[in-house]
């Protein structure tokens, strides 16, 4: 085939050496990350339904009391940081498929990265204190 031909592909020789795809995205990157942080939290799911149901019907310093076991901060914590990101993940798809001005496609973009980091440190800095007892 001659470097004219049509059936060269769609990508252009930029996007080619830059790993991207037609829609300017690593979109098989982000599928296969949300694929692992949705097996990551189907792991995680179980422990966390029964670390909730422990903590139901107990006060601050009851659930500080359980969260103060390192094994379960860590379970609640790495299945809160699987999700965040599975959504992020998830919101920036719907976002690339049905938003098609690029200005308010890269503004949904941000506002979704940001929202997703403020979820995260939001749940992560309240697992720390309850666990941390302060």
Do not use: C
């Given at each position: 085939?001659?470097?004219?031909?049509?059936?060269?592909?769609?990508?252009?020789?930029?996007?080619?050496?830059?790993?991207?795809?037609?829609?300017?995205?690593?979109?098989?990157?982000?599928?296969?990350?949300?694929?692992?942080?949705?097996?990551?939290?189907?792991?995680?799911?179980?422990?966390?339904?029964?670390?909730?149901?422990?903590?139901?019907?107990?006060?601050?310093?009851?659930?500080?009391?359980?969260?103060?076991?390192?094994?379960?901060?860590?379970?609640?914590?790495?299945?809160?940081?699987?999700?965040?990101?599975?959504?992020?993940?998830?919101?920036?798809?719907?976002?690339?498929?049905?938003?098609?001005?690029?200005?308010?496609?890269?503004?949904?973009?941000?506002a979704n990265n940001f929202f997703s980091i403020a979820v995260s440190l939001a749940s992560v800095y309240a697992i720390l204190k309850l666990s941390s007892g302060v």
């Amino acid at each position: 085939m001659s470097d004219n031909s049509p059936m060269k592909g769609i990508r252009t020789p930029l996007k080619r050496v830059r790993g991207l795809g037609a829609s300017g995205s690593s979109a098989t990157a982000d599928f296969w990350w949300q694929r692992v942080t949705a097996v990551g939290m189907l792991i995680l799911i179980i422990p966390v339904i029964v670390i909730v149901m422990m903590l139901l019907g107990r006060n601050q310093a009851g659930a500080g009391q359980i969260l103060g076991t390192p094994v379960v901060a860590l379970l609640v914590l790495l299945f809160v940081v699987a999700s965040a990101f599975h959504m992020r993940l998830g919101m920036q798809v719907v976002i690339e498929d049905y938003i098609h001005d690029e200005r308010l496609k890269l503004i949904s973009v941000l506002a979704n990265n940001f929202f997703s980091i403020a979820v995260s440190l939001a749940s992560v800095y309240a697992i720390l204190k309850l666990s941390s007892g302060v």
